[in-house]
């Protein structure tokens, strides 16, 4: 790929030969904006963002200080004519949304009386390894198209902003691009995610063309030099990396890159650049650009929908996918078509899950319950240890459970069907076994009743107590009370998440809650999850 667009080598030498100003001319850049750019600083919790414009200082370094009274005058003739000015009406980006209320069953004042500050902080402290039914409702919350918070002002974005990154952070890279898309803003932090976003999936080229024809942004030298290369400028790109290291915008390890990534036959007999363990976006598609390709496997999850396209290897892709899947990022169908893509080429791992699964989808072809029954008692082991129960019971969940299998197969199958989104009509046709202790409390929650269900442990007696609560728990009122019911449902996930791991009666708060304002479906299934896969807790 590097060689498809460094199709010029010797570049770098001929065309440093004029001055600085005709270097800054050719490369758009004038020597007053290249003295005093500011080195760009990150402002986000994501750590990993690229440092591509420079980010405006805060608003009250902007302010315009008010003449001096003692100044002198500079004229004794000039007159002044009255001036009026009025704000330009700029959009809230807290309220662009991708779902519309009516498709997420939420009411339009969701935020209610909450500040955009509170609300940002609870959106960013939400663990990211969330069970499936909550993660679902957090996206819900991420994506819906709502009335800002009454607290919320234009241009501050705080809401915004962190429900992109939480998009971001958990790799939901096509949910953010399409927040972003929506929100219709060139400011200088929604175009920083918008450009590292565009990064990761590859399509930087519009996010290019954006930065060059927009003059409120101010591109930092490394972002310029790379999109210059991208849209075919080579003698520009060149110029402006000379005018950046002349100036001492370039890092020593910055210039190394660039200078290969604009021409790396330049470079074929040095030794490879180290490849960093921390990179942002942009150095990542420059170090791949030059053929030295980073693993993402302990990258932030962004980075693992890049390798989800199609020149990546199937193992690569396929282990992208179950990191993905686990995190709600990916649809349970494109992780079955990477698992089904081919044969496995080997054993153990990764491979072991592919073979697991293909085995299933060929019993289930086959009608032989004998077959299928083997192949679940295989494939469910596999799914534990990999915390991938959830996508593939939404995928074979259904017609697993109508399937005649005893035994341990019966058990796995039960479980399987109400992980998935047909639980209630798998419960409705369930017999329990009755050497399962578990099954008829399983039943019972699916169907949203409880009634004389007795708890065989801790976690069931903390589940069966949220359903047979009969108000708002306490820690939660107050919220609700104040007309902060968004609020509210954040903080109820976060108790979930938290209950989950230890604390039963904050589990047993955000499952009342939930079944108590009419978010069933997601209680049920959130305490489904709970008690089936209890490697959570």
Known sequence: MAADRHAQPGRARAVCCGGLAICLLAAGVSVAAAQSEPPARPLSAIDWLSDSIALPPPSSDNAILPPDPNEPATSTGASVAEVTMSLLEMPILDAVGLLPHTATGLPRDLWGT??????????????????????????????????????????????????????????????????LARAGSVNPRVFRRAFDTALLLGNEDAQCTTLRATPDLSPTYTARVFCLARSGDWDAAVLTLGTGRALGYISAEDDALLARFLDPDLFEEDPELERPDHPSPLVFRMYEAIGLHINTSTLPLAFAQSDLRANIGWKARAEAGERLARVGAVTDNQLLGLYSERKPAASGGIWDRMMAVQTVERALSSGSDDDLAAAVENLWPRLEESGLEVPFAQVFGPEVATRSLGGAAGRIALRLGLLSDSYERVAAHATADPTDALAPILIGVAQGDV???????????????????????????????????????????ALFSSGSHGDLDELTDALAFLHQIGLEQVARQAALEFLILERRG
């Open 114 to 179: 909450s500040r955009p500050d509170d609300l940002a902080r609870r959106i960013a402290a939400i663990e990211v390894d969330l069970l499936p039914a909550m993660q679902d409702l957090l996206h819900r919350l991420l994506l819906a198209e709502l009335d800002p918070p009454k607290g919320a002002s234009a241009g501050e974005d705080r809401l915004f902003l962190a429900r992109v990154d939480r998009l971001l952070t958990i790799g939901a890279l096509d949910q953010a691009e399409a927040l």
């Open 451 to 493: 009634t004389g269900l007795s708890p065989i442990d801790a976690r069931s007696r903390a589940v069966i107590e949220a359903f047979s609560a009969d108000k708002i728990p306490v820690r939660l009122r107050s919220l609700v009370d104040q007309g902060r019911l968004g609020e509210a449902i954040l903080r109820a996930v």
